[in-house]
């Protein structure tokens, strides 16, 4: 079979895939989106996300979003990055606003972080639904179901891609390939690989993270593609292992205590804000035997005001009058649990409590301290929410430049590719919110125009043979 060539084939119909592919199509491309995902399951981790992004208004980044971004990765996330992302962002929000997303600003579930931040009306699933009829308006294809496999590659230009869909294995022929198919998290072998631990205890934040299995990195790295961003960390959240909601996250940490599977504090709950210490705190419980733990507070809870903001399981806790049937609904060692929880209290002290800002409540002469929030646990009945590791995205990828080109260990760029969102490295050390869906569109944008001009101009021969 053979057909037209296509100047740009998409891989990965997120916000980075959708973006380039409407941003090529309207620099006149014939473009070709192909998706692993069945048409019903499609969009990647956007799909999923309240997609919040670090800014203060719809053209105003958050003033902290240079230091923020460049300082949460100890200065190894490239600055270059984060100044083109910014003088990109005013004509691409500018742009997805003129294919009908509408933002405002919102709190997040960072509930003792008074900071709101922007978010699309519908979260990532309405700037998908913005993007979608615009693809299809200016003539976008789709194949739904359908594995990017490998590059082709004629001397040192990538002229195609090798897919395997419904009809079998097929090689299109593209003047440019954009990669836009997300990390690797998905993929337990090649994750542990990386990771350099067993990575099976980890839990998808959602259902696209399955999808999500790192061909389009490989076939990068087959082709030349350097590294970029830190392989061995991810972005991780704390969820309850018992929801099957997406996104099922305990964000309420701060206000009572963590105790791992042997009843023991491992952690300083109270060390920051959520905002500041969630994914740490994660982490740490991923590190414990078993990889769960126990979030153990009581009605303390009820002071709370904006707890239900932080808590997005829909499983309700367990609920306990003593801390020995506490201990027996959840499995944990009643005469550890009780000799933790008696150690706590007596370590706490006196203060007002404020859970909208760190309140300086600390215990004195606990290991490991709580700096903030510190409380007696004795005011039943107890309530207590298993807490486990779940992975959002890894942070390790290939390296682009600013024009959104896939380069090599050398700076040279490999002619034809090009790859945008959570394929590309950027993150070390700690996430920084808002920043993973807002850097998708606007470099995705980029791949698609760039992507285009580049595209049209070496289109020449059939495309798909079969």
């Not at 990647?44 to 670090?54: E, K, P, S, V």
Request: include cysteine.
């Amino acid at each position: 079979m053979s057909e037209n060539p296509y100047d740009v084939v998409v891989v990965g119909s997120g916000i980075a895939g959708l973006s380039a592919a409407v941003a090529a199509a309207e620099e006149g491309a014939r473009v070709l989106v192909v998706d692993r995902a069945a048409e019903s399951e499609a969009g990647g981790n956007t799909r999923w996300t309240a997609a919040y992004f670090r800014l203060d208004d719809v053209y105003e980044p958050d003033p902290t979003f240079v230091d923020d971004l460049v300082g949460f990765s100890d200065g190894r996330t490239p600055r270059w990055y984060v100044d083109e992302l910014l003088e990109r962002l005013p004509e691409t929000m500018e742009w997805i606003q003129g294919h009908g997303a509408r933002f405002r600003r919102f709190p997040t579930y960072f509930i003792n972080s008074a900071r709101p931040r922007l978010q699309p009306h519908g979260g990532g699933e309405a700037l998908l639904a913005a993007l979608r009829p615009a693809a299809q308006k200016l003539g976008v294809e789709f194949r739904y179901s359908t594995t990017a496999e490998s590059l082709v590659i004629e001397g040192q230009q990538i002229t195609g891609l090798r897919v395997t869909g419904p009809e079998g294995p097929v090689t299109i022929t593209a003047g440019s390939v954009v990669i836009a198919s997300g990390g690797f998290e998905g993929d337990p072998e090649f994750l542990t690989e990386a990771l350099g631990r067993d990575a099976s205890t980890l839990l998808p934040i959602a259902p696209s993270v399955h999808g999500n299995r790192g061909e389009g990195i490989r076939m990068a790295l087959d082709a030349g593609a350097a590294r970029a961003g830190q392989w061995d960390s991810f972005h991780a959240e704390p969820v309850d292992p018992r929801s099957a909601d997406a996104e099922a996250l305990v964000m309420v940490f701060p206000y009572g205590i963590l105790v791992d599977r042997h009843a023991e504090r491992f952690v300083d709950e109270g060390r920051g804000t959520v905002d500041e210490t969630y994914e740490a705190t994660a982490r740490a419980v991923w590190a414990r035997d078993g990889g769960t733990a126990w979030f153990i507070t009581d009605t303390q809870l009820d002071r709370v005001t904006d707890r239900e903001r932080g808590l997005l399981t829909g499983v309700k806790p367990v609920v306990a009058d003593t801390l020995a049937e506490l201990a027996d609904a959840t499995g944990l060692p009643v005469d550890a649990l009780t000799s933790t929880v008696t150690a706590f209290n007596a370590a706490t002290g006196e203060g007002e409590f404020d859970w909208r800002r760190p309140d300086g409540l600390a215990t004195t002469g606990l290991e490991p301290r709580k700096s903030n929030w510190a409380v007696p646990l004795a005011a039943p009945p107890f309530r207590a929410w298993p807490v486990s590791c779940a992975i959002v995205f890894t942070f390790g990828g290939l390296a682009t430049d600013e024009r959104a080109r896939v380069v090599r260990d050398d700076g040279s760029t490999i002619a034809g590719l090009y790859a945008a969102g959570e394929c590309t490295g950027l993150y070390h050390g700690k996430y920084p919110g808002g920043t993973s869906v807002l850097r998708g569109m606007i470099f995705g944008r980029t791949a698609g125009i760039d992507a285009a001009r580049a595209g049209a101009a070496s289109t020449a021969a059939p495309a798909a043979t079969t």
